[in-house]
């Protein structure tokens, strides 16, 4: 392609006096071009190259402009045609003669943060005007003045692109300026090659139960003209195929796990562009027997499988007893069994660590209207390390518990003598040797623990906080450094009740969740807080379903942060007044982002727990009847609280409590046979692997 060099100039005495006053500087160094007779009452007001500060236009392309993108408040005489074609027509009245009401100029601002290439400007016109009336000028920031020049209608232009033609925040601006009388319709500018296009891709459904049928649709825009071929890759292999000018395909999708599908777009000069999406197929499938069974909580372990704990009626040693399911990632079981005896006891929390290791936590009955707290360690290889048991005189003690890469275990049990309640804090290594025993208390009762891991080998723990003699419940959340010291400790004061979900440890947040309830009536909306490492409160969010509404477990998506939630909240078909389950999502600065219910007809149903994968496939655990419902989207109302999040001061001391072997035997679930997806008994349990809903 022909460059041409762009011609400057030093215009005549009497041009410099009547341009270039207005322009701001000196005169250019070169050839002088014809005189366009300027007159003083029609010169244009042009800035100084000092005053001029950025471009208005968007970003999308930032060293292209359409025609009609020009800095705001600088052009005169030119008109923007009816219609998107983003072209502007200039209509000079300027003749030889220097009469009329003057030239027709605009001007405009071309980003060039970033810009490594040709020193190269194309002005491209639709209609161009006569070659001896287009002027030129560029902002010169090292001699703040004008540039001027005729430099002819053929593209490219060669230009200077140095330090001293950009402004501070790196714009390149050049004024178009006509003389004469006829007009001309300009079409776009460009410093460099030609742009590739620009394209997104998203599909509908991004994610679901697999197979099904997902719509991609390709959303591209060229700078300088039209997308003239879309192709796509829906498997994600790097084959494409080409679908000429349609930006739409349909594709089943059936494998389980991850898909990439690609779309390439060409413009017009040959440009390509490829965009991506993220399609996750998962699965969903009902676990039970004869009885009641319910998922309660769930940890993911080496290979992306997915362990379970909850209550097992349907087999074991007789009654209710811990269930320990596993799942692998397509969704076949690896293990089937229960833990427990013959008394009645159930899986509360299960935790993991990076080599496979598990620990169930739960309580067990001991008679008398008493429970007692459990722990079990299971090694990588699913032997039973450790089991053991403790308690007091009182009743409705509750164990729930997190484990460390090294195999120690951290417990919090809840105890209530029969005049306070308070937790007992232990540390139990992999030989099921207790390395220290704390307990935390406050003056008002304390319930419902919750046990994390936090950074540099600290511990936070959540819990119910009583609001004696009144009803209700506060929400507590305390972190203790490795030596079990008090860091800081804070509670939220909210209306009436909260009852607490979960506690998810991020990287730089502590999510709790929950619902906020009366102590007699309806929950009154799933509650979301963000906790900063240092204690600070960043937000709080409350959606209300209606009805009994409530979060019981939050994760993060290790590849947005986004959170990720899930719940119960009632049925909002009023003819059939059960629980359905529910998940939600919230961009990590608090935004809501998605909400969707999981309805099985006449049946009480809720998810208990969510863990998240390193892909961003996520399991989802709970209860159901068989594998048949379907998902709708329910109303709800975000609500907006400003609950006091105090500072308080729990006692963190060295305790004692009596630790004993718990006798639990490992079964397997084979009397009777498990169901599988048609339903069981009264309960089943309740198991799905997703992607970001």
Avoid at 383 to 406: H, M, N, P, R
Avoid at 561 to 588: K, M
Avoid at 599 to 606: A, K, P
Wanted: charged content about 15%; glycine content about 12%; overall charge negative.
């Amino acid at each position: 392609m022909k460059v041409l060099k762009l011609k400057q100039f030093r215009i005549l005495p009497l041009v410099a006096l009547l341009l270039l006053a207005g322009c701001g500087g000196q005169a250019g160094r070169s050839a002088d071009p014809p005189a366009p007779g300027l007159a003083p009452a029609a010169l244009p007001t042009l800035p100084a190259p000092a005053e001029l500060a950025t471009r208005s236009t968007s970003g999308a392309f930032p060293r292209f402009c359409r025609a009609d993108e020009y800095t705001p408040g600088k052009a005169q005489q030119v008109s923007i045609p009816v219609g998107d074609s983003g072209e502007l027509n200039f209509s000079p009245d300027f003749p030889a003669s220097g009469t009329g009401t003057g030239p027709a100029w605009a001007m405009y601002g071309l980003d060039l943060t970033g810009y490594l290439g040709l020193d190269q400007l194309y002005v491209t016109w639709t209609t161009p005007p006569p070659a001896a009336d287009f002027y030129m000028g560029v902002a010169n920031y090292g001699s703040n003045r004008w540039e001027w020049s005729q430099p002819g209608l053929g593209s490219p232009l060669s230009v200077d692109l140095d330090a001293d033609h950009r402004s501070p925040s790196n714009i390149y601006h050049v004024i178009v300026l006509l003389t004469g009388t006829s007009d001309a319709t300009l079409q776009w500018l460009r410093i460099g090659g030609n742009i590739p296009p620009i394209v997104t891709l998203d599909a509908d459904p991004a994610g679901d139960t697999g197979p099904f049928l997902s719509t991609l649709t390709a959303t591209a825009e060229d700078a300088e003209g039209e997308i003239t071929k879309y192709e796509f890759d829906v498997e994600g292999t790097g084959s494409f195929v080409d679908n000429g000018i349609i930006n739409e395909t349909t594709h089943m999708y059936t494998a389980i796990g991850v898909v990439l599908p690609a779309v390439r777009v060409t413009d017009e000069q040959g440009a390509q562009s490829v965009a991506n999406v993220r399609i996750g197929v998962g699965w969903l499938h009902s676990y039970g027997g004869p009885g009641y069974d319910a998922a309660a909580s769930s940890a993911t372990a080496p290979g992306n499988a997915l362990f379970l704990t909850g209550i097992a009626n349907s087999w074991g040693e007789g009654a209710n007893e811990p269930a320990l399911i596993a799942f692998d990632g397509a969704g076949n079981t690896l293990v089937e069994k229960t833990l427990g005896t013959v008394d009645g006891d159930q899986g509360m929390d299960i935790a993991s660590n990076a080599f496979g290791a598990i620990l169930i936590s739960g309580s067990v009955y001991a008679g008398a209207s008493d429970f007692n707290g459990f722990s079990a360690y299971l090694t990588p290889g699913g032997l039973i390390g450790w089991q053991k048991t403790w308690g007091t005189s009182g009743d409705e003690e509750v164990s729930v518990g997190c484990l460390d890469d090294a195999g120690n275990a951290y417990l919090a049990t809840e105890y209530f003598n029969g005049v306070t309640a308070g937790f007992f804090l232990q540390k139990i290594d992999s030989t099921g040797t207790v390395q220290w025993q704390k307990s935390l208390s406050l003056p008002d009762n304390m319930s419902s623990p919750r046990i994390r891991l936090g950074p540099a080998g600290s511990l936070y723990i959540a819990a119910e906080v009583g609001k004696d003699p009144n009803p209700g419940h506060d929400v507590l959340l305390c972190r203790l450094d490795a030596s079990q010291n008090l860091l800081w400790a804070r509670r939220l004061a909210a209306d009436e009740a909260f009852s607490l979900g979960n506690i998810h440890v991020g990287d730089e947040t502590v999510y709790i969740c929950g619902g906020l309830n009366v102590e007699v009536g309806p929950e009154l909306g799933c509650m979301l807080l963000a906790v900063g490492h240092d204690g600070s409160l960043l937000f709080q969010r409350r959606l209300d379903m209606g009805g009994i509404n409530s979060w019981y477990s939050a994760t993060t998506n290790p590849l947005t942060d986004d959170i990720l939630l899930v719940g119960g909240i009632e049925n909002q078909d009023i003819a059939d007044p059960t629980l359905c389950g529910v998940i939600g999502r919230y961009s990590p600065a608090g935004e809501l982002q998605f909400v969707g219910a999981y309805n099985q007809s006449v049946t009480n149903n809720d998810f208990s727990g969510i863990t998240s994968l390193s892909n961003g496939g996520f399991y989802v655990v709970g209860r159901c009847k068989d594998a048949v419902g379907s998902w709708y989207s329910p109303t709800y109302t975000e609500q907006t609280d400003n609950f006091a999040w105090n500072p308080v001061t729990p006692v963190v001391a060295a305790d004692s409590l009596a630790v004993t072997g718990f006798t639990g035997v490992l079964n397997d679930n084979t009397v009777p046979a498990p169901t599988i997806d048609t339903g069981g008994g009264s309960s089943d349990i309740f198991v799905m692997r997703w992607f970001e809903p």
